[in-house]
Nanobody, 124 residues
Framework: QVQLVESGGGLVQAGGSLRLSCTTS????????MGWFRQAPGKEREFVAG????????IYADSVKGRFTISRYNAKNTVYLQMNNLKPEDTAVYFC?????????????????WGQGTQVTVSS
């Protein structure tokens, strides 16, 4: 059984930083394409960042480019989302998602497994 567990969310002031972690069990990140998504109140869930399983290619939503960085630590089966220069509009529940192999894509339907989410709140 595959499980994804996010951590690292919290309350931060605008301009601050947070690092989210997503630890997997039942599946290794080295053979999984991983993605981070977020959902703000009253809005649809949207793609934030993704990393491909083999070559480590990364893609980002335009809204976070230059501020967020996705990375992985295979030995710990963990994927990270480093978030810098946070803005109030980054406030959302952040979800980790995984897919066995495959290219990295932005569509949430592409991913098979999901975590429960972690809340990120950025105050102005």
């Amino acid at each position: 059984q595959v499980q994804l567990v996010e951590s690292g969310g919290g309350l931060v002031q605008a301009g601050g930083s947070l690092r989210l972690s997503c630890t997997t069990s039942g599946r290794t990140v080295s053979t999984s394409t991983m993605g981070w998504f977020r959902q703000a109140p009253g809005k649809e869930r949207e793609f934030v960042a993704g990393i491909e399983w083999g070559n480590g290619n990364t893609i980002y939503a335009d809204s976070v480019k230059g501020r967020f960085t996705i990375s992985r630590y295979n030995a710990k089966n963990t994927v990270y989302l480093q978030m810098n220069n946070l803005k109030p509009e980054d406030t959302a529940v952040y979800f980790c998602a995984a897919r066995s192999l495959g290219t990295v894509r932005t569509e949430e339907t592409w991913y098979n497994y999901w975590g429960q989410g972690t809340q990120v709140t950025v105050s102005s």
